[in-house]
Nanobody, 113 residues
Framework: QVQLAESGGGLVQPGGSGWLSCIASGSTQNINLMGWYRQAPGKQRESVATVDSYNAARYSDSVWGRFIVSRNKNIVTLRMNSLKPEDTAVYYC?????????WGQGTRVTVSS
């Protein structure tokens, strides 16, 4: 089993910056992909950014050029720049070991003035 502990988030003004961090613990030796997903009110959960064990990152079109995902072993961090109200959501950390997908409990990001 893998446990994911998230931190960061909160209230940010439009145009501001924020960060999220996630630490994986437990049976982490087979984790190959980590990343962030988000779910806005009334919408489905969507991928935001993922990074594999070779540090190759992928981003959704909606955050491309604004968010930066980085990974150091079992820690994945999301740096969010130029935040928009539509970035408001609960953000979930995800880790995948090839056979199972693990989720954090979620941390809320609210972009509002």
């Amino acid at each position: 089993q893998v446990q994911l502990a998230e931190s960061g988030g909160g209230l940010v003004q439009p145009g501001g910056s924020g960060w999220l961090s996630c630490i994986a613990s437990g049976s982490t030796q087979n984790i190959n992909l980590m990343g962030w997903y988000r779910q806005a009110p009334g919408k489905q959960r969507e991928s935001v950014a993922t990074v594999d064990s070779y540090n190759a990152a992928r981003y959704s079109d909606s955050v491309w050029g604004r968010f930066i995902v980085s990974r150091n072993k079992n820690i994945v961090t999301l740096r969010m720049n130029s935040l928009k109200p539509e970035d408001t959501a609960v953000y979930y950390c995800n880790a995948n070991d090839g056979s199972q997908s693990y989720w954090g409990q979620g941390t809320r990001v609210t972009v509002s003035s």
